[in-house]
């Protein structure tokens, strides 16, 4: 039988997929009702307990890179790093109640999403599109869109969106996470070089907060992830993606200093592929996890939660002795780029391949398992003999 060529194109090498809770148009959709009535049941950490271990997940070019764990609606919202979608992953049911598509953007192949994060200040979701180029060229070629979403999973509507090109002026790049304060700020840590950019509540007002120190040299890797601590969120933890040293800011100085306050770290474990770091909510403040590409999971504490100082408490390897088989199989070859809670009890692994070949015509690999290695065991286990 002869098909043509357009159908052929139009279906690609996924299967249709369908949200779990019916349609995504917000107008209609079951799936926005029951989202909406999920967000408003106001309550935090209320979530009901998620007891699965480690798990896969199954979605075609999923390929997620970061994501973060949204306590209203107890939903697992992951950046889609290669079709540069927000998928938005409900761990109850095993399944996504939408895949959020952006136009010009969604697999443009030209743009990524990565950074993805729930708001525990004002309930929104932030999301970060960022230009591949940095990421093809290892900062050589920083050029290319990047953009700051502010999405309201209530009323399922960006509420504004602000284009950090016209700031950086395209003289540095490669944005890749993102933290917030109480005062409504949004902080955007870039790598290309180390810059951090701070927009206000209502993305009227871009500042480069931080450097970049130089552009002369684009190519020399700077920070890698973003965490931000305390009632206020005044406490902001950086990582250097190229040693993994960990700095500490202060949100409400009017710009960072120069030069960057060392967190020392005991012993002095560090390394030099550092990519997402995170805070899992369910240790409030005094457990950072930094994701090492090929270690894994780097365990530090500060007891008090302050981090004047941190404490290495061993590193959990990817996959983990005493994964099951399959999701460690679902592991290989992959790199570790973020932690993720799911669940207010449950501390996940997130992996992602950064050089499957793209099947023709698309942008990104034909990969549809996505494994969710479970480390809170092991994260105990180091918090009681540390
Ligand atoms: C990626 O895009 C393909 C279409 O090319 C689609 O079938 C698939 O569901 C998408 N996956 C995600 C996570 O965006
Ligand atoms: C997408 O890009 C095209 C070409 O630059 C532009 O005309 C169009 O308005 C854009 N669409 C949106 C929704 O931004
Ligand atoms: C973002 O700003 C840059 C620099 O001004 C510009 O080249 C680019 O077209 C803008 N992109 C969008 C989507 O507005
Ligand atoms: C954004 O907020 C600032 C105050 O922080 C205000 O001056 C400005 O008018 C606001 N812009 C919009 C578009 O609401
Ligand atoms: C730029 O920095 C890289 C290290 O990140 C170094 O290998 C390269 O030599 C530097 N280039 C110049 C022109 O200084
Ligand atoms: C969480 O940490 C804050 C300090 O940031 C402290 O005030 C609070 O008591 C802690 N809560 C719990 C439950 O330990
Ligand atoms: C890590 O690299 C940064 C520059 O990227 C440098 O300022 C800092 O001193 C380095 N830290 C260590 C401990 O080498
Ligand atoms: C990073 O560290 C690993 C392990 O110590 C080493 O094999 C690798 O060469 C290092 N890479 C760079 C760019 O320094």
């Not at 995504?24 to 309550?43: D, E, F, I, Q």
């Not at 990104?364 to 009681?384: C, E, H, K, V």
Request: with cysteine.
């Amino acid at each position: 039988m002869h098909l043509p060529s357009l159908a052929i194109a139009f279906l690609g090498s996924c299967p249709l997929w369908r949200p779990a809770l019916a349609s995504v148009s917000p107008a209609a959709g079951s799936w926005s009702h029951a989202l909406a009535k999920r967000h408003h049941r106001g309550r935090h950490d209320d979530c009901p307990l998620v007891n699965r271990g480690s798990f896969i997940i199954n979605q075609c070019q999923q390929y997620p890179e970061n994501a973060d764990w949204d306590e209203d609606s107890c939903l697992v919202y992951f950046g889609s790093l290669w079709n540069a979608t927000v998928a938005i992953y409900d761990p109850y049911i095993d399944d996504f109640v939408a895949i959020l598509e952006f136009p010009n953007v969604t697999r443009t192949g030209t743009e990524h999403i990565g950074g993805v994060t729930w708001d525990r200040f004002s309930s929104l979701i932030t999301i970060l599109v960022d230009s591949a180029a940095p990421w093809a060229t290892a900062g050589a070629d920083v050029s290319g869109t990047n953009l700051l979403l502010k999405w309201d999973p209530s009323t399922q509507t960006t509420l504004w969106t602000v284009n950090l090109t016209e700031t950086t002026r395209g003289a540095y790049g490669g944005f890749q996470d993102i933290e917030t304060d109480k005062r409504g700020n949004t902080y955007v840590v870039g790598t290309y070089p180390a810059s951090i950019l701070r927009v206000s509540a209502n993305g009227s007002d871009v500042v480069p907060w931080y450097g970049p120190p130089q552009t002369a040299n684009t190519t020399v890797p700077g920070l890698g992830g973003l965490v931000a601590l305390g009632p206020e969120g005044n406490l902001l933890l950086a990582n250097d993606a190229g040693n993994g040293s960990i700095y500490r800011l202060d949100t409400r100085a009017q710009l960072a200093p120069r030069t960057l306050a060392q967190v020392p770290i005991r012993p002095d474990v560090r390394y030099n592929d550092t990519d997402a770091i995170y805070a899992p909510p369910l240790y409030n403040g005094t457990v950072l996890l930094v994701a090492s590409h090929a270690a894994g999971i780097q365990v530090l504490v500060s007891r008090d939660g302050s981090w004047s100082t941190a404490e290495h408490l061993g590193t959990i390897p990817n996959p983990l002795r005493g994964t099951p088989g399959a999701v460690a199989d679902a592991t290989k070859g992959s790199v570790v780029t973020a932690a993720v809670q799911a669940g207010p009890n449950a501390v996940y692994i997130i992996d992602d391949w950064l050089a499957d070949t793209w099947v023709e015509g698309e942008v990104a690999g034909s990969r549809t398992q996505f494994p969710m290695p479970d480390i809170t065991a092991q994260i105990d286990a180091l918090l009681r003999l540390g």
